[in-house]
T-cell receptor, first 116, second 114 residues
C-alpha cells in the first residue's frame, strides 16, 4: 500500500532551465496538494488540484509556475526558467474524498530542487 | 506576517520526561489545528489534530491542548522517547482557505536524550 510517491527526489537545474516534479497520490485519494519549503521556513501551500481541475492556486507564484493533475498519470508541478530562489523542497500531499479527513494530508518524501 | 508561530526553534528533553511544544496563532477564524512530525529527508507525518470546538485531544502518548481565548495550542508528549526526536510543525486551517490549504509554523526541533 504505497504512500504518496514523488520523483525525482533530487533535481539539479541551471538557471533558465525547466524543472518538472511528479507526484502520484496515495491509492484511493483524489485530492492533490503541492507545498514548498524554503530553507529554515515552514511549508507554504501552493496549489490544490483534483483530476483535470485546479481548485485553488492562491499560493502559486504568478509567473513560471504551473500545475496539472491529468485524468491519467501523476500530478506535475512545472517550473519554467528556474532561478536560484526556486531552490527548495517541494512536497506533494494527498487526501481522500469526503470532508471528514479533508485537512489531514498525507505527504510524500519531497523533491529537493537545487538551481545552480 | 506569520499567522502561525512556533517561537522555540529547538527543545531538548530527557528520555522519559514530558515534552511540551507550543504554537500561537493570530487568526481567530482558524477552526482546525494539526501537528505534523518530520524526520530529515522525509515528508511530514500527521500526528494529531484538534477541532476548535474542543480544548483537548489525546492519542496515546500525545495530547494536544487548545486555548482559543489565548490563540494558543500545545502538544504534550509523555513519556518522551529518543525516537520522538524530529521537527514538529503546527498547522492551522479554516479562515476562508480551501480544503488542504494549511498554514504551517516554522517548526520546533525536538531532541530527546537517552
Amino acid at each position: 500500500n504505497a504512500g504518496v510517491m514523488q520523483n525525482p527526489r533530487h533535481l539539479v537545474r541551471r538557471r533558465g532551465q525547466e524543472a518538472r516534479l511528479r507526484c502520484s497520490p496515495m491509492k484511493g485519494h483524489s485530492h492533490v496538494y503541492w507545498y514548498r519549503q524554503l530553507p529554515e521556513e515552514g511549508l507554504k501551500f501552493m496549489v490544490y488540484l483534483q483530476k483535470e481541475n485546479i481548485i485553488d492556486e492562491s499560493g502559486m507564484p504568478k509567473e513560471r509556475f504551473s500545475a496539472e493533475f491529468p485524468k491519467e498519470g501523476p500530478s506535475i508541478l512545472r517550473i519554467q526558467q528556474v532561478v536560484r530562489g526556486d531552490s527548495a523542497a517541494y512536497f506533494c500531499a494527498s487526501s481522500p474524498p469526503g470532508t471528514e479527513w479533508a485537512n489531514v494530508l498525507t505527504f510524500g518524501a519531497g523533491s529537493r530542487l537545487t538551481v545552480l | 506576517d506569520q499567522q502561525v508561530k512556533q517561537n522555540s526553534p529547538s527543545l531538548s528533553v530527557q528520555e522519559g520526561r514530558i515534552s511540551i511544544l507550543n504554537c500561537d496563532y493570530t487568526n481567530s477564524m482558524f477552526d482546525y489545528f494539526l501537528w505534523y512530525k518530520k524526520y530529515p529527508a522525509e515528508g511530514p507525518t500527521f500526528l494529531i489534530s484538534i477541532s476548535s470546538i474542543k480544548d483537548k485531544n489525546e492519542d496515546g502518548r500525545f495530547t494536544v491542548f487548545l486555548n482559543k481565548s489565548a490563540k494558543h495550542l500545545s502538544l504534550h508528549i509523555v513519556p518522551s522517547q529518543p525516537g520522538d526526536s524530529a521537527v514538529y510543525f503546527c498547522a492551522a486551517s479554516g479562515a476562508g482557505g480551501s480544503q488542504g490549504n494549511l498554514i504551517f509554523g516554522k517548526g520546533t526541533k525536538l531532541s530527546v536524550k537517552p
